[in-house]
């Protein structure tokens, strides 16, 4: 148990679907982070929050839109996705973005399947 | 471009010594994380590195030498419960992280 929760565990969506991934953490963090990971390939960073600011956005498709409504919820919006988005969805936070030595809180991950 | 080289997989027997190398390229440099992940959980933070020498904690050290662009994580009397994902990852001058692909490490009796 990291203190950073996320729901739903796992998820199948068609490509027509909206759905929404939540994540919550109970660390009293600043910073928190949306990550996909794929199967043998380095996590993607896709979005960065930094006091319910966004301050990162890594060229992320528009079918996904981040949510910050204060520091401890982060949600990802999801809409007419594709199959190649299948992939596991890491929600992580931190004490501050672009701090240096700020070890990052893994919540357990969506596993996200689009048929 | 930014890069973070660390092998795909390596094994290892309970009770040996094990080192997992990580190499990176990368825009700048401001530290090295180390994450283990087991297989369906979070990735957890290991080490942190972010002057050359070795840090050592209980049976994990990490060593860093930044003039070679190259970190390694050692872990000693492998256990079995030591079978996971060991995730490499540099903080560049914009304080990004950039992440390996992970070595899988696999123990055997």
């Known amino acids: 148990e990291t203190g950073v929760t996320q729901t739903p565990r796992h998820l199948v969506m068609g490509m027509t679907n909206k759905k929404s991934l939540k994540c919550e953490q109970h660390?009293?963090?600043?910073?928190m982070y949306w990550y996909k990971q794929s199967a043998k390939k380095p996590l993607e960073l896709m979005f960065v929050?930094?006091?319910?600011?966004?301050?990162e956005n890594n060229s992320v498709p528009s079918r996904f839109s981040p949510e910050c409504p204060n520091s401890s919820h982060l949600f990802l919006h999801l809409h007419t996705l594709q199959p190649e988005d299948s992939a596991l969805y890491l929600c992580a936070s931190s004490q501050e973005s672009g701090s240096g030595s700020d070890e990052q809180f893994f919540g357990p991950g969506t596993r996200l399947t689009v048929l | 471009g930014q890069n973070i080289d660390q092998p795909t997989e390596m094994t290892a027997t309970e009770g040996a010594i094990v080192q997992i190398n990580c190499t990176y390229q990368t825009s700048g440099f401001n530290g090295l994380f180390w994450y283990q992940q087991h297989a369906g959980e979070a990735p957890t933070f290991l080490s942190y590195?972010?002057l050359d020498g070795l840090e050592e904690k209980g049976r994990f050290s990490s060593f860093l030498s930044r003039s070679k662009g190259y970190s390694y994580l050692l872990l000693k009397e492998l256990q079995m419960k030591d079978s996971a994902s060991y995730l490499c990852a540099v903080e560049d001058s914009n304080y990004q992280l950039i992440w390996g692909a992970g070595t899988k490490l696999i123990i055997k009796p």
């Open positions: 590195n972010v």
């Open positions: 660390l009293g963090h600043n910073a």
């Open positions: 929050y930094n006091f319910k600011e966004q301050t």
